[in-house]
């Protein structure tokens, strides 16, 4: 067999795998093969051995390109030689930095380092001080590593900013040629009360049949249905394909959001002024008008360019007091708008009726919004709970992204789908199992629905365990993504599916506007080859759905495959986005947990593993990990049907959602780790007590010492199957890393 290429994926315990270019399963690479490469090279690679369940693992023969991008660390000094510990640790090594090229950083710094000397065997790599960041307690610091640390663009190119510069400040009487005036339709926005870009607006009104009747034509007094406008901003009357600020935002792909900070897809000027629907200030945008009947169908739409005036600028909480109390002094302010918001709220129930018919998964699950001070510090957790203005908004863009994924299907023209399939065949076995375990009396079939997962979810929502079942629904199913080819979208129950409401923070919904634009002028949007192919290939890994499927025969046109491509880079750096904002929410919050050490807390589990319990702090939302040494002196054992940590003596039961009492025992700043020590239970089982009385109950009794040593033979022998879960059968044993800092032991990794 011929050497397969790829790029290297770094794990944080040492070893790797390569994500191979021709989409077949990730090859393993050893510890010891990983002394030699990093994170994110490209190489290649031959199989040189298969494990018991047929996974490969590689050996690289070939380096083809090194990573160029800088990496963000510490700058440690240790008996007078200095390295840069990587904030990223699926790096694996630390980077050794000659005296003279820490460019004037001291000691404990945040720095970006640049490779002078690569990796080897028998070598640590080596490199030079490009940028010093600061220190880490700086504010804003987090933001700045977590940027660079995920490679998201966040400075503008020069040519972005001068074409941005150049925009005019309003929109000119030549930009609303050819389009039809909204200005007087009472258009409103609806946003959060922290929102800068307003991108889309909303109007309603009862839709009336005209009849005939002896006396003539008149209309039913009673509305039929209701005729919903949903109009989105533009932008793609302003950003054309080519030009420096389509570039810069293909590129980025999304905005990310950070508390207190936005890295945005476009410039300022665009999203927060030219095409961010203000009130009072004629705006450009692309209307989807929708008839939806009395039973919540859309009975037709129609698309087309428009001039609109936003009426008002309203925020969720503000609507939601409105639609509770309609003689309220929320509603007295507004009582010119009151009428309106009314209508919205009657389709938004029409639409939901509708939505329960066709069995869309509907988890209600809690989001949580960081309060910081102005040393970005932060100052409190707090739950962003999801009202009835939330909801409304909701299902009018559900309406408008599914009117456009039809208006593009039908036109049978490439674009990009908003794509999410059921479960995999061994997600869809173990929830089986699961569920068959539970004893419900209900289970999904082997060719799932929607409405099965809301059956069961409905059916549950009442139970001391709904929260268990509910999660392990939710992760039953695989994440959406953007590609070519339309496969519906099984967790809102629709044939087909895009994104078309957020052009100013989504590129994929800027492509849907311009597909719309040619379908409507009748002609064809072509991505440009030259665009895709700048993207950076080492994340173009997601495949078209059905290209994927074992044994299928689709083969897609070289223009689908382009569509593909950039769906794929779309999906890419959607996730990047995700783990960077995750990154610093994690960093944040381990820095607020550090200024609360050995205090206790009460919470509820929300994972289970083979090593500990996650546990999520009442009140707080921090997660932390009890190990599963802090259980108790006794074994414990993984029953991954039924997803819970059972006790083999006392049969004392840890599941998701189980009630306990915890204290913070340690928190690792770099690693972004929480670590709980468990002190007390729900007393509805058998209690364990604290740590120090079990501590005493030790000394006290021989017996335990037996015990306690039992736990950590144990333990280590669960670590061991799970090295050799992990690793194919007889890959080469782990290299010791040079050591490079004194201290006490890492508590135990998280898996």
């Not at 977590?146 to 941005?164: D, G, I, M, N």
């Not at 599916?497 to 849907?512: G, K, Q």
């Not at 997803?643 to 690792?668: N, P």
Request: some cysteine; proline content about 5%.
């Amino acid at each position: 067999m011929g050497d397969v290429e790829g790029t290297v994926h770094g794990h944080r315990d040492g070893h790797g795998f390569i994500s191979r270019a021709d989409g077949e399963p990730d090859l393993y690479l050893s510890p010891q093969e990983m002394r030699a490469v990093l994170h994110h090279d490209k190489v290649k690679a031959r199989i040189v051995r298969y494990d018991r369940k047929g996974r490969a693992e590689g050996r690289v023969t070939e380096i083809v390109e090194r990573k160029k991008t800088p990496i963000i660390g510490r700058l440690l000094s240790e008996s007078g030689i200095w390295l840069v510990a990587p904030e990223d640790k699926r790096y694996g090594q630390d980077i050794l930095v000659p005296k003279n090229a820490i460019a004037g950083a001291t000691a404990g710094q945040v720095v970006a380092i640049e490779l002078t000397e690569p990796p080897s065997m028998y070598s640590q790599p080596v490199g030079r001080v490009t940028e010093v960041l600061g220190e880490i307690d700086d504010p804003g610091m987090e933001i700045e590593i977590a940027v660079r640390k995920y490679e998201v663009p966040h400075r503008f190119s020069p040519a972005t900013l001068a074409q941005a510069a150049g925009l005019p400040d309003k929109v000119r009487a030549a930009d609303c040629k050819n389009r039809i005036d909204l200005t007087d339709v009472a258009l409103v926005t609806i946003d959060g009360e922290d929102a800068r870009d307003f991108d889309d607006a909303v109007y309603c009104e009862p839709a009336f049949i005209y009849t005939k009747s002896a006396k003539g034509t008149g209309k039913s007094k009673t509305p039929d249905g209701w005729r919903l406008i949903v109009a989105i901003a533009d932008v793609s009357h302003y950003v054309k394909p080519g030009d420096p600020i389509d570039n810069d935002a293909y590129e980025r792909a999304t905005s990310v959001y950070f508390p207190r900070r936005v890295i945005p897809m476009l410039p300022e000027k665009l999203s927060n002024g030219l095409c961010s629907l203000n009130p009072n200030q004629n705006r450009l945008a692309m209307v989807c008008d929708m008839l939806i009947t009395a039973d919540g169908e859309v009975s037709a739409y129609q698309f087309f360019p428009a001039v609109i005036c936003s009426h008002a600028r309203f925020t969720y909480t503000e609507v939601a007091a409105i639609l509770a109390n309609t003689r309220g002094p929320e509603a007295q302010r507004r009582k010119d708008r009151v009428d309106d918001l009314l209508n919205l709220h009657d389709v938004y129930r029409t639409l939901l009726k509708e939505r329960s018919k066709r069995g869309a998964v509907d988890f209600e699950t809690t989001e949580t919004q960081i309060v910081s001070d102005d040393n970005g510090r932060i100052e409190k957790i707090i739950p962003r709970t999801r009202n009835e203005a939330h909801k409304l908004i909701e299902e009018a863009m559900l309406a408008a992204n599914v009117c456009a994924a039809d208006f593009i299907a039908v036109n049978k023209h490439p674009s990009l789908y908003r794509v999410h399939e059921g479960p995999t065949p061994e997600k869809k076995t173990l929830l089986q199992n699961y569920l068959r375990a539970l004893g419900l009396g209900l289970s999904v079939s082997d060719n799932p629905k929607p409405a099965e997962f809301q059956a069961i979810a409905a059916a549950t929502k009442d139970r001391p365990d709904a929260m268990q079942i509910h999660t392990m629904l939710l992760r039953s199913m695989q994440q959406a993504i953007y590609t070519g080819t339309n496969s519906g979208h099984f967790g809102l129950a629709y044939e087909a599916y895009t994104h078309f409401t957020s052009p100013i923070r989504r590129y994929p919904d800027l492509l849907v506007h311009r597909v719309i634009k040619a379908l409507l002028m009748q002609k064809r949007y072509s991505l440009s080859k030259a665009m895709v192919d700048a993207a950076p290939k080492a994340r173009l890994s997601t495949k078209s759905p059905k290209a994927k499927k074992p044994g299928s025969d689709v083969r897609l046109s070289p223009e689908d495959e382009i569509w593909d491509v950039a769906g794929a880079h779309c999906s890419a750096n959607e996730r990047r986005a995700d783990e960077a904002s995750r990154d610093v929410e994690a960093w944040l919050k381990c820095r607020y947990m550090r200024e609360h050490l050995g205090e206790e807390y009460g919470g509820a589990v929300s994972s289970v593993t083979s090593f500990g319990l996650f546990v999520q702090l009442d009140g707080l939302y921090v997660e932390g990990l009890v190990h599963i040494t802090e259980l108790g002196g006794e074994y414990y054992q993984f029953d991954e049907v039924r997803q819970e940590l059972r006790g083999q003596r006392s049969g004392v039961k840890y599941g998701v959602g189980a009630r306990v009492r915890v204290q913070v025992s340690r928190v690792d700043l770099d690693s972004r780790k929480i670590d709980f020590r468990l002190v007390h239970e729900n007393q509805t089982e058998a209690p364990l007590g604290n740590r120090s009385k079990r501590d005493r109950s030790i000394q006290r009794d021989g017996s335990a010492v037996f015990e306690l040593a039992a736990v950590k033979v144990a333990d280590r022998a669960v670590k061991a199957a799970k090295r050799k879960v992990a690793a194919p059968k007889g890959h080469a044993a782990r290299a010791a890393k040079t050591p490079t800092r004194k201290g006490p032991p890492k508590a135990a990794k998280r898996r």
